[in-house]
Every structure is written in structure tokens, then in C-alpha cells.
């Protein structure tokens, strides 16, 4: 691998860590979604949710097809470079975010799900080409460190939209315009009393259009370190031939749908009478918990898996950041409505249980993803078997746990592929699929055995995912290999 500048890539790292972030406010926003169309449109819990069918979908279509040009034509991302590709793919996104509003004018569903299809064809080209440039930024030692506080970042958009994106949607711009009226010619209310208007979705959506074309032109401004490959560009499937990539896609594929059918259904799950009885508003406050948890053990497993060799200790500095990004959450959390610290202390327990997770893992990808696959099947047993806060506060705790499991399992499965990264990248992106398969089954689930006994499904997913961290990860090539 060559450069054509000198190994400082701070100012890049800066850059690449803001679009992680609008990305992942805009991913997390089809939690909101949900229990929205799903009034507006009366749906069950399958059909509401092809919402996500249709944005992890589009994941799969996007990086099939990437695929198939890597193979006859070489690697596009070779070809054109990692910065050309990630403003391809700004562009595709804003243009399907300016697509939810004649969508919400007509109030049709298939229009909401091919502007969230075209979403997902954006953002799955951001994928391959953010996450391998950011693996890449610096020695292959610290990839998964690097890719934990670019994807920390995303978990801040995660964390910040189901606050801030919530409120514009039922609060802010959900109050403008026209209330909407149910099939029996009723207006539509939030389980808080307010009204659904079209504009909820408008005008938010307009306005993250407007964020994208402005993200466009300051990464377009940026001067961005340029990677050539110094080897041919191979028109073939060669990536396949690597064990550790083919069995990561399996595990980017679970890891991917359990943690989005959980995300999903979190806001309904709180709504149950013997969980919590919260309405949307309330409820989406903790669902910031959920997606902040993934923010603190990415901060944590940037620093864990770092090569830091300073005089304070990792695990003190681990405490403090862990501390820290809590009460941020906490008092991003408050902004909208009263939540006082004592509500939410049940969550330091399991910011506790992560650190000694972390100190399990011995600073190691693989030996990390293994604790913290472990740990959340144990979780999901818990929400499975119990009521009231232990559940509440057990599915929640999740998110702290499945922080690392994206950048581990990515660099691990990418390890030693050379010249077919970027094609490995988009098998990768391609097994993003799981979020759109895996939560149509468990909406399914729930429509037959109910939402709460549902969670038995993600525990599937753990369990390979604990696997991968056994023994899946080892790097290897099949001694039969693809003739694709």
C-alpha cells in the first residue's frame, strides 16, 4: 500500500469521525419510525417492519452489485479512490432524504420504504468505503482501536437521535400542518396526547438533506490522504477464499440484525404494562441509553484495544471516559423532559459489568467479542424471564455490549485480504442484510407469541457471534478454492 502523503491523518480521522456521526443520527431515526408509520398506517409488528427490510435490504442489493463489478471489472474503490466514493454516496443520501417528503404528502407506505431503499444505497457505499479508509489510516495493530472511535462517534448520532430526532418528529414539527386521520376518519395522537401531521416527517427530512449537501462540500474541501494499491487491481472473488472474511459476513449479518431488531422494538417493548406502561416520548429517552451504551464501550474499546503505553493506567482512564459519556447522556436525555440521575443509576451497574468485560478481553479483538457475546446472552435471558425494571434495565445494558462488535469483527475479518479489502469491505456490507431479515423474524415472533418472549430470537445470534470470537476469527485460506 502507497500514499501519496505523509503519515498524518488527524485532520482526516476529524473528518471521517463527523460523517460516522450524521450517518448514524440518520440510521438510528428508523427507531423513530416505527412506532410512528405504525400508527399513521396501522401495521403489525412484521409489516412495520419492512421499514427496516428496506433500509438493510438496500445494504445487501447495493454491496451485491459492487460485488459483481469487483469481479468482471476490478475494484470500483481501487479504481476511483476512497474519497470519491464516500461523496457518491453523500449525494445518493441526500437525495433520498428529499424523497420522504412527497412520501409523507401522499401518505403512501411503499414511498416511505423506497426513499429509506435509496437511503440504505447511500449509506451502504459510505460503509465500504469510510470503514476500510479508516482501518487503513495508520498501523494494522490499532485498526480495531481507530474503527471503535469512528464508530463511537456513530453511536453518538445514535445516541443524540432518538432525542433530538424524536423531538422534531412527535414534538417540534409533529405539531405544524394538518393533523392525520386514521382509516375510521379520527385524528391520529401520540400515546402522550399530541397530534401526527405529515410535516413530522417533512420538514425533518428536508432538513437532513440540507446537513448531507453540506457534509458533501466540506469532505469535497477536505484534503483527504489518497491510498493507490501498489499491486494490480485482480478482477476476481478472491476474498472469498479467506475464512476469517467469509465466516465475518455471517457474523457482521447477526451482529447487524440483533442489534436492530432489538433497537426497533425497544420503544413498543417499553410500552408494555408489565415492563414499563411508557408512552413514545418517554420511551425514547431510554432507547438514547440503548444507542449511548454502544457510544461508551466504543470510546472504551478505542482506548482498550489502543497501543497507549502512558503512565495513567487504561483501566482508570476507561473509568473515568465511562463516567464521563454517562452523565453526557444523562444530561442530553434531560434536555426534552425531567429525568432525574437516581432514574437512571441502574445503569452504572452494567457500565461496571462492561469494564470488567473489557479487562476479560485483555485488550484482544477477538477475546472482547467473545466476553461481550457471552454476557448479552445472558442478558436476553434475563429480559426474557422477568418483568418490570430488571427487564427495562437488562435489554437496555445490551447496547454497552454490542459496542465493540461491528469494528472487531470488521478488522478481524479483513485481516490479510491485501488488494481485495475493499471487495472484502463489501461482502461485509453486504451481510449488513441481517438487519432487514432478522427483524422481520422477530416481528413475526411477536405477532404470534408476543413482543416480550420474541427477544429469544437474538440470543440465535450471540451465540454464533460468540463463536466467531472462539475460533471463527483465525485468519486462513479454504484449501478448495472459489472458482468464481
Do not use: C
Amino acid at each position: 500500500m502507497e500514499t501519496s502523503t505523509p503519515k498524518k491523518y488527524t485532520s482526516a480521522l476529524v473528518v471521517l469521525t463527523l460523517l460516522f456521526f450524521i450517518w448514524g443520527f440518520l440510521t438510528v431515526l428508523n427507531d423513530i419510525l416505527i412506532p410512528y408509520l405504525k400508527e399513521i398506517f396501522e401495521l403489525n409488528y412484521f409489516e412495520v417492519m419492512f421499514i427496516q427490510f428496506a433500509f438493510f435490504g438496500a445494504y445487501f442489493i447495493g454491496s451485491l452489485v459492487y460485488f459483481i463489478i469487483s469481479t468482471k471489472y476490478g475494484d470500483p474503490i481501487s479504481r476511483i479512490g476512497y474519497k470519491k466514493g464516500i461523496l457518491i454516496g453523500l449525494l445518493i443520501s441526500a437525495a433520498a432524504a428529499l424523497m420522504f417528503y412527497p412520501a409523507a404528502a401522499l401518505r403512501i407506505f411503499p414511498l416511505f420504504l423506497i426513499a429509506l431503499f435509496v437511503l440504505g444505497l447511500g449509506f451502504t457505499l459510505l460503509q465500504i468505503s469510510a470503514n476500510p479508509y479508516v482501518a487503513i489510516l495508520g498501523p494494522q495493530k490499532s485498526a480495531s482501536s481507530r474503527l471503535n472511535l469512528a464508530q463511537a462517534f456513530n453511536s453518538l448520532g445514535t445516541t443524540i437521535g432518538p432525542i433530538f430526532g424524536g423531538w422534531l418528529i412527535f414534538s417540534f414539527f409533529g405539531t405544524k400542518g394538518k393533523a392525520l386521520l386514521d382509516s375510521a376518519g379520527e385524528i391520529i395522537h401520540t400515546d402522550d396526547g399530541g397530534i401526527m401531521s405529515a410535516m413530522g416527517i417533512q420538514l425533518p427530512y428536508l432538513l437532513f438533506a440540507v446537513v448531507l449537501v453540506i457534509l458533501f462540500f466540506v469532505i469535497l474541501g477536505t484534503k483527504l490522504p489518497k491510498f493507490v494499491e501498489s499491486e494490480k487491481i485482480r478482477k476476481d472473488a478472491g476474498a472469498l477464499k479467506h475464512k476469517n472474511l467469509l465466516y465475518g459476513m455471517i457474523a457482521i449479518f447477526f451482529y447487524v440484525g440483533a442489534e436492530v431488531s432489538i433497537g426497533s422494538l425497544m420503544i413498543n417493548f417499553f410500552k408494555l404494562d408489565e415492563i414499563a406502561g411508557l408512552g413514545e416520548n418517554q420511551a425514547k429517552i431510554y432507547l438514547a441509553f440503548y444507542w449511548g451504551g454502544a457510544m461508551i464501550g466504543r470510546f472504551l474499546g478505542a482506548i482498550s484495544l489502543s497501543d497507549y503505553k502512558g503512565k495513567i493506567p487504561k483501566p482508570l482512564i476507561m473509568l473515568v471516559v465511562s463516567l464521563f459519556t454517562f452523565l453526557f447522556i444523562w444530561f442530553i436525555a434531560g434536555l426534552e423532559t425531567s429525568l432525574s440521575l437516581d432514574m437512571v443509576l441502574p445503569f452504572l451497574i452494567f457500565i461496571a459489568i462492561n469494564l470488567i468485560g473489557f479487562i476479560l478481553g485483555r485488550s484482544k479483538a477477538h477475546t472482547t467479542l467473545l466476553v461481550f457475546a457471552l454476557i448479552i446472552i445472558v442478558l436476553l435471558t434475563i429480559v426474557i424471564s422477568s418483568n418490570g425494571s430488571v427487564a427495562f434495565w437488562s435489554l437496555i445494558g445490551i447496547g454497552l455490549f454490542n459496542s465493540i462488535m461491528w469494528s472487531n469483527i470488521f478488522t478481524l475479518a479483513i485481516k490479510d485480504l491485501k488488494e481485495y479489502t475493499s471487495q472484502g469491505s463489501s461482502l461485509l456490507v453486504m451481510a449488513i442484510l441481517g438487519g432487514a431479515l432478522i427483524p422481520l423474524a422477530q416481528g413475526a415472533t411477536a405477532d404470534i407469541i408476543g413482543l416480550h418472549m420474541s427477544f429469544f430470537i437474538p440470543i440465535i445470534s450471540y451465540l454464533y457471534l460468540a463463536w466467531y470470537g472462539w475460533k471463527g476469527y483465525l485468519p486462513g485460506k479454504f484449501k478448495r478454492q472459489s472458482k468464481l
